[in-house]
Each structure stands twice: as C-alpha cells, then as structure tokens.
Nanobody
C-alpha cells in the first residue's frame, strides 16, 4: 500500500483547506486511514481517522471544525479543515493501516495558518 498527500498550503486564521490522501496498491488490505500532525520537536499526533466501515474519530481539538471523509471508488480520503487556527499549523501526514497492523505513511504536506 502507498499513500500520497496533497492540498496543504498557507491560509489565514479562520480560513479553510482540504487535504487529500490517495491510496494505491493493495487497497483492499486497508483497515483505516488517518491524518496525523507533526510540529518541530514533537511526535506525530492523530488528528482524525476513518475506518473501512466509515466510522470516524477526531482529536478533541478539531471536533466541529474538521471533517474526514472517504471516496471509496477512488480510494481517496479527504480532510476538510474549516475555522483554522494558528495552532493547527504543522506537517500533516496520511497513514494507511492494514488489517495486519502494518503502516504506510505519505511524505507529508505543510499546513501553515497565519495569525
């Protein structure tokens, strides 16, 4: 399984961005896809994920502002980010976890929210 992210960029406080994660390879083996954020000096933290059945999970800090969704036909997962805040700034990574607990990570995409 491979994943490729796109859609990051610079946005003002209160703005919106949509990230995309396109999966390829043995996508039938994917159990869930998630978005993680990393800032300098810290580890990656889960922002949101979605299971193969469509169950979603969000970090408390983004509930009500971010929406994760999936286009099953295209094996693509989206993260719609609204009401962005400066503290949302970071590198966003897509992760695909398979049924045998292996992980595929993308290269990351930078999101910068200016105050």
């Amino acid at each position: 399984v491979q994943v490729v992210e796109s859609g990051g960029g610079l946005v003002q406080n209160g703005g919106s961005l949509r990230l995309s994660c396109a999966a390829s390879g043995h996508t039938f083996s994917i159990a869930s896809i998630g978005w993680y954020r990393q800032v300098p000096g810290q580890g990656r933290e889960l922002v949101a994920d979605i299971s193969q059945s469509g169950k979603t999970n969000y970090a408390d800090a983004v509930k009500g502002r971010f929406t994760i969704s999936r286009d099953g036909a295209a094996d693509t997962v989206y993260l719609q980010m609204d009401s962005l805040k400066p503290e949302d700034t970071g590198v966003y990574y897509c992760n695909a976890r398979t049924w045998v607990d292996s992980d595929a990570w993308g290269q990351g995409t930078q999101v910068t929210v200016s105050s």
